[in-house]
T-cell receptor, first 116, second 115 residues
């Protein structure tokens, strides 16, 4: 089936630095990628939707200058957390519509970001 | 606005016992419904989905779910729980069918399985 590879699985960074998270669709073309954030013991909250070759659409309350999303190709979408602060520590997950499986969504394995 | 409610935050069942996880949704049209499972520190795995047709949907790992339009529910069931089923379970609805196609998740139900 369709696979979305997400890297890194976990990352620790210092406050003020930037971190890039990559999601790659391995055997299908992901024209759309959804980025979610999950706080401990909470549900997934959609942050933004990226579309290949165009600007991402951010959900209300999500700072677009803080969370930079790039979807430069049909197989790669990236989320960059800029000038990270401890409150940005969270679990980030990407997801792409899976046209290979009669609709549905394929999720990456997630990235645990810890900002110290 | 579309929403998904999972009334049970935490459920504990004995291994071998039956399981039912509740999910209620609010959606203006025929929904696309999903159940996902998440192990600690992992991404989400699709258990099953409902689009149309037979309201009883079979999924992986022995799970099934029944769509009941009159109750706006899509409860997940399993006749006999295994210890490996301990995880967090999320119900989701496609909130933008034909538009943004984005998933709206419930708050999740954490399942514990005791020997």
């Amino acid at each position: 089936g369709a696979v979305v590879s997400q890297h890194p699985s976990w990352v620790i960074c210092k406050s003020g630095t930037s971190v890039k998270i990559e999601c790659r669709s391995l055997d299908f073309q992901a024209t759309t990628m959804f980025w979610y954030r999950q706080f401990p013991k909470q549900s997934l909250m959609l942050m933004a939707t990226s579309n290949e070759g165009s600007k991402a659409t951010y959900e209300q309350g999500v700072e677009k200058d803080k969370f930079l999303i790039n979807h430069a190709s049909l197989t790669l979408s990236t989320l960059t957390v800029t000038s990270a602060h401890p409150e940005d520590s969270s679990f980030y997950i990407c997801s792409a519509p899976d046209s290979l499986r009669d609709y549905g969504y394929t999720f990456g394995s997630g990235t645990r970001l810890t900002v110290v | 606005a579309q929403s998904v409610t999972q009334p049970d935050i935490h459920i504990t069942v004995s291994e071998g016992a039956s399981l039912e996880l509740r999910c209620n949704y609010s959606y203006g049209a025929t929904p696309y419904l999903f159940w996902y499972v998440q192990s600690p520190g992992q991404g989400l795995q699709l258990l099953l989905k409902y689009f149309s047709g037979d309201t009883l949907v079979q999924g992986i790992k022995g799970f099934e779910a029944e769509f009941k339009r009159s109750q706006s529910s899509f409860n997940l069931r399993k006749p006999s729980v295994h210890w490996s089923d301990a995880a967090e379970y999320f119900c989701a609805v496609d909130g933008g069918r034909g538009a943004t196609n984005k998933l709206i998740f419930g708050t999740g139900t954490l399942l514990a399985v005791q020997p």
